[in-house]
């Protein structure tokens, strides 16, 4: 099994090499790409959600057409 690295300013190094620290913090900055995805995925589908609310709103102030023939008094 290969070991992990992480490339840092154009540097590759070993995950087990680095501080603990780093090591920390390089797992917290994962973390955080993943929730951000998450996040970004989640305001798409809220985009699209909130543009058919917007589009039914649009269409429920819309003026009823008059069906073909029918009397108006």
Not at 4 to 22: F, G, K, M, P, R
Not at 61 to 68: C, D, L, Y
Request: net charge negative; proline share 1%.
């Amino acid at each position: 099994m290969s070991e992990q690295t992480v490339t840092i300013n154009e540097e590759e190094h070993n995950v087990s090499e680095l501080a603990v620290e780093t090591q920390a913090h390089i797992a917290r900055v994962n973390e955080l790409r993943q929730e951000i995805g998450r996040l970004q995925m989640q305001i798409s589908e809220r985009e699209v959600v909130l543009q058919a609310y917007t589009t039914a709103i649009v269409e429920a102030v819309k003026p009823v057409e008059e069906a073909e023939g029918e009397v108006v008094n």
